[in-house]
């Protein structure tokens, strides 16, 4: 009897495509050559370009109304800014604003997964559920994390990654389905966040300097979020699911003490020790709730903001990653304890210590990354590549949807080099604003267009700040024979860049086509 040799399985074109892009990524420096390298060329062009007189001049918006800036690039190679940067060094580093949200998440939310209170909660509310599930929960809660701003941005991957470990998944790919929800659907929420506020205040003094008749508020782009909510949240699903799910394949962790635990995770079958864990969580959670109305219900309560609110800013919507921090280390100390898993003090301090282990690499990398996208910000070239660009835009003879949905295409390519969403509103929103209201197209439909090129490529900039923060996180759940890299990061989120831009594009212009509010009071055409 002849045995039948099994052939290889052979890859889709998909997976060849992002494989040789991964491949082409790692063949890149390691992150903290290659940031050193960024931040070296910055200085260098800085010296040429400020030698040339490189500079532009555009309408920009100001709390007195409009008016003429030029900006030019700044050389920093001259005494002055070096002798600033050797003064800064240390402070530029420890402000890069990753580090503090990265630590205190981690801290937090490894309480909880290593004592284990993530595999318990698991087990009970989604053994036998059908992957897809879980998939879109984790994306519909990264969508609303921008609740949190840019904590939400690191939460969602730390609980998908967490989630997907219990349930026997690659923990990669809850990752990156929390990282491309939370990320790439930045300007999705079923909520209001402190985003919404912060661009219509600019659109607002866009549309007071250049007296434009139309409502602005933060609540102006809400229906169009709301919708796109649950469509994000699908599309993350499917791509994760039907994508990257099967390129990533079988976890086998290389950390030895992980594996043990997966190991002992067994399977789907709650012992009587995590029931009464889970049971003291249950308790933790209702206490913590019930202080959290305390703080925030009454008139006047400590979370409110002077005049009441609580979103879309307040000490609460300020506060989110204080609060996520004692929610997981109350709730996960509550489990440890009653599950025995918890019977000092210093196995906390060991679960706290265990979740930087895995973000080390992460610090260091922080270091020339600082550096590159301080000095990238200093040297004005990201305000240069900004109004050349929308010059570049008004020179096309088109009007109406077709201008605006190439208006979305524009901001998604300056969102490549230019990641700060506010910086660029502030550039934009004088040009535009005003540009497509003598179209009749309203200036929230003009906000709404510049958030969905300023989101979907979130996930793909190679000047990211988040890149290290995923590079930090996937070491903890590195997989034998699997090398990680830029390339990694950046072939595992194209896929999710690519579709989210497509889909989310058309179905903007499909609602602009249908002439639907964005929001509460706001119509799509003036």
């Given amino acids: 009897m002849t045995q039948e040799i099994q052939k290889p399985k052979k890859r889709s074109k ?90 205190v998440m981690m801290l937090g939310v490894s309480i909880a997964e290593k004592a284990g209170l993530i595999t318990a909660v698991m087990k009970k509310l989604v053994a036998g559920a059908p992957p897809y599930l879980v998939t879109f929960i984790i994306a519909i809660v990264g969508i609303c994390a921008n609740l949190a701003s840019d904590a939400g941005i690191v939460f969602a991957p730390a609980i998908g990654g967490a989630v997907f470990f219990a349930l026997h998944r690659h923990p990669l790919a809850g990752m990156f389905a929390g990282y491309v929800a939370a990320y790439g659907g930045f300007s999705a929420n079923m909520l209001i966040a402190g985003t919404d506020a912060l661009l219509a205040g600019i659109t607002q003094s866009a549309v007071a300097s250049f007296h434009i008749e139309a409502p602005v508020h933060p609540l102006m782009n809400w229906y169009v979020m709301a919708g796109s909510s649950m469509m994000l949240a699908l599309i993350v699903t499917i791509v994760t699911e039907k994508i990257i799910t099967p390129i990533l394949g079988e976890f086998n ?23 009464k864990g889970m049971k003291a969580a249950g308790l933790a959670t209702l206490a913590f709730i019930a202080v959290m109305a305390f703080l925030m219900v009454p008139e006047g309560a400590f979370f409110r903001a002077d005049n009441g609110d609580i979103l879309p800013r307040s000490p609460f919507t300020q506060s989110i990653l204080t609060i996520l921090f004692a929610f997981f280390a109350i709730v996960g100390i509550a489990y440890g304890k009653a599950a025995g898993t918890i019977k000092s003090g210093s196995d906390v301090a060991k679960y706290m210590q265990s979740g930087l282990v895995g973000v080390a690499g992460f610090l260091v990398v922080c270091l020339p990354a600082a550096m590159f996208v301080t000095w990238f910000g200093k040297s004005n070239m990201s305000i240069i590549l900004a109004v050349r660009g929308a010059q570049f835009l008004q020179s096309f003879n088109l009007d109406g949807i077709p201008l605006i949905l190439l208006f979305v295409l524009l901001c998604a390519l300056m969102n490549l080099f230019i990641t700060s969403g506010t910086t660029k ?64 990061v950046i072939s595992l989120t194209l896929p999710y860049s690519i579709v989210l831009f497509i889909s989310w594009t058309i179905f903007f212009g499909f609602w602009l086509y249908m002439g639907w509010p964005m929001g509460p009071g706001v119509s799509t055409f003036l």
Avoid: C
């Fill in 14 to 103: 998909i997976e060849g495509f992002i494989k040789a892009v991964e491949r082409g990524g790692n063949k890149l420096p390691h992150p903290v050559t290659l940031f050193t390298i960024l931040a070296a060329l910055i200085l260098v062009l800085s010296f040429i370009f400020a030698k040339m007189g490189t500079s532009v001049t555009y309408m920009t918006v100001t709390a007195e109304g409009a008016k003429e800036t030029t900006v030019t690039v700044v050389n920093l190679l001259s005494k002055a800014q070096l002798q600033s940067f050797a003064i800064d060094f240390v402070n530029t580093y420890i402000r890069f604003f990753p580090i503090g949200i990265v630590v």
């Fill in 253 to 275: 962790p290389v950390d030895p003490e992980m594996k043990a635990q997966r190991i002992a995770q067994g399977e789907f079958t709650v012992t009587e020790s995590e029931m």
């Fill in 425 to 488: 509103w502030m550039i934009l929103a004088p040009i535009f604003v005003p540009m497509f209201a003598m179209m009749a197209i309203s200036p929230a439909a003009t906000q709404m267009a510049y958030r969905i090129g300023d989101s979907t490529t979130n996930i793909i900039s190679p000047v990211s700040a988040y890149i290290p923060v995923m590079l930090g996180m996937m070491e903890r759940y590195r997989s034998e024979g699997q090398e990680i890299g830029i390339g990694t």
